[in-house]
């Protein structure tokens, strides 16, 4: 089966920027859309952003401005730059490829990961 990793997270103060990537061995991201999703405390996980596989990025309202997902073919990899970060960005944030909808969709192609962890302190 294939497992999504998640890299990057960690805890930075308000402001600070992480990086994350999303990655795994035996296909090709860049055949699909991929997205980032994330759960935070209690609440249940959302959609972030999406790049399609012409390289068109979607962001929800929240990070617009603020985050940027891209694709690194060369080491079948998407990233999500995450700068001018804030305490509710803090969350479990994951990647998946999502099946129908970009934005909407309840269907993915492969079993969730661990994800990695973000905190945001104030």
């Known amino acids: 089966q294939v497992q999504l990793v998640e890299s990057g997270g960690g805890s930075v103060q308000a402001g600070g920027s992480l990086r994350l990537s999303c990655s795994a061995a035996?296909?090709?991201?860049?055949?699909?859309?991929t997205g980032w999703y994330r759960q935070a405390p209690g609440k249940q996980r959302e959609w972030v952003a999406v790049i399609t596989t012409e390289g068109r990025a979607i962001y929800t309202d929240s990070v617009k401005g603020r985050f940027t997902i891209s694709r690194d073919n060369a080491k079948n990899a998407v990233s999500l730059q995450m700068d001018s970060l804030r305490p509710e960005d803090t969350a479990v944030y994951y990647c998946?490829?999502?099946?129908?909808?970009?934005?909407?969709?309840?269907?993915?192609?492969?079993?969730w990961g661990q994800g990695t962890q973000v905190t945001v302190s104030s």
């Open positions: 035996g296909f090709t991201f860049d055949h699909r859309a």
């Open positions: 998946n490829a999502p099946i129908g909808s970009l934005k909407t969709s309840t269907a993915f192609v492969y079993s």
